[in-house]
């Protein structure tokens, strides 16, 4: 064998460039499967792992925090608008920001790296009930998600994440309902005096 033509783990280039194209045809022939049977995966927030904080700025300049949410649900979805699957999903995100309301539940939609005149703009076409932050330099998504979009962590009313939802999720659907009701019937926590 030539030892131009082979790599360092001893394959023939060619025969190393069929492993790989099979490698990577059988993942996304099992991804497009697996999209197939589910537009997303719910992961715990493992235990360990620290809460990040998350503060930042709404369309208007205003800064929103997620400490000042304590006491109630918090959905935080990580979302861009050249993502598909975020924009099919924020009709129903909508619809659970409004309806949520009085229940104790706060959405925030986590925009991903555009420009705020781009967020305004879409905000206005979309009719976007929930509040939109921007992630300017996309810190927030890298401490709080995969980095796959769209990614949405449910934080109960103690401020500890319940879990992430890795993909779409219809928000006012039952499965949507079976995650958020217990966060939904936790007691409110007590503020700690100063």
């Known amino acids: 064998m030539d030892a131009a033509r082979t790599t360092p783990n001893g394959l023939a280039r060619p025969a190393r460039r069929r492993i790989i194209a099979h490698g990577l045809l059988a993942c996304t022939t099992l991804a497009f499967a697996d999209r197939a049977s589910a537009a997303h995966v719910v992961k715990p927030w493992p235990e360990a792992r620290p809460v990040p904080a998350l503060a930042l700025d709404d369309l208007d300049g205003r800064t929103w925090r997620l400490d000042a949410a304590l006491g109630k649900v918090v959905v935080v979805n990580f979302w861009a608008t ?3 699957p975020c924009r ?10 409004e309806s949520g309301r009085t229940s104790g539940l706060t959405v925030v939609a986590v925009n991903y790296r ?3 005149a781009k967020m305004r703009e879409f905000v206005d076409s979309a009719t976007l009930k929930a509040r939109v932050l921007l992630d300017a330099d996309g810190d927030a998504a890298t401490q ?3 980095r796959v979009f769209p990614s949405t962590v ?3 009313r103690d401020g500890r994440p319940a879990c992430t939802v ?3 999720l219809d928000w006012v ?7 958020l009701a217990p966060l939904l019937a936790a007691p409110v926590p007590k503020r700690p005096t100063p």
């Open 82 to 84: 050249w993502c598909e």
């Open 166 to 168: 890795v993909g779409d």
């Open 154 to 156: 449910v934080v109960g």
């Open 144 to 146: 709080w998600t995969p």
């Open 173 to 179: 659907g039952d499965e949507a309902k079976r995650l």
């Open 114 to 116: 555009e420009p705020a």
């Open 88 to 97: 099919l999903e924020m009709p129903s995100l909508s619809a659970l920001a």
